[in-house]
């Protein structure tokens, strides 16, 4: 099993990101498909859901507006556009597979906004 996210980097606020995850080694149609975000010293935050076949998303407050969260099944990825950027959205981004029983997590990418 193999959870590649990518996309992240340094970005004025205000800008854009696109994060992706890359999955393998599992059936992905049958995994709900989460972002999260942590701080150092802090919790992991989700951020960004999605459910099987992308029917059900949910996005954390803080992101509304501003994140969307989508999927290719055929691809195996799940992708976050992050717009509108600001400070507090700094920090690593994870992407977690939930179902089947089981959950997996990414390594992380480092998104950090700064002027």
């Known amino acids: 099993v193999h959870l590649a996210e990518s996309g992240g980097g340094l970005v004025q606020p205000g800008g854009s990101l696109r994060l992706s995850c890359a999955a393998s080694g599992f059936t992905f149609s049958n995994y709900a498909m989460n972002w999260f975000r942590q701080v150092p010293g802090k919790a992991r935050v989700l951020v960004a859901a999605?459910?099987?076949?992308?029917?059900?998303?949910l996005l954390s407050d803080s992101v509304k507006g501003r994140f969307t969260i989508s999927r290719d099944d055929a691809k195996n990825t799940v992708d976050l556009q992050m717009n509108s950027l600001n400070f507090e959205d700094t920090g690593v981004y994870y992407c977690?597979?939930?179902?089947?029983?089981?959950?997996?997590w990414g390594q992380g990418t480092q998104v950090t906004v700064s002027s």
């Open positions: 999605i459910g099987r076949g992308g029917d059900n998303q």
């Open positions: 977690q597979a939930v179902g089947e029983g089981r959950n997996y």
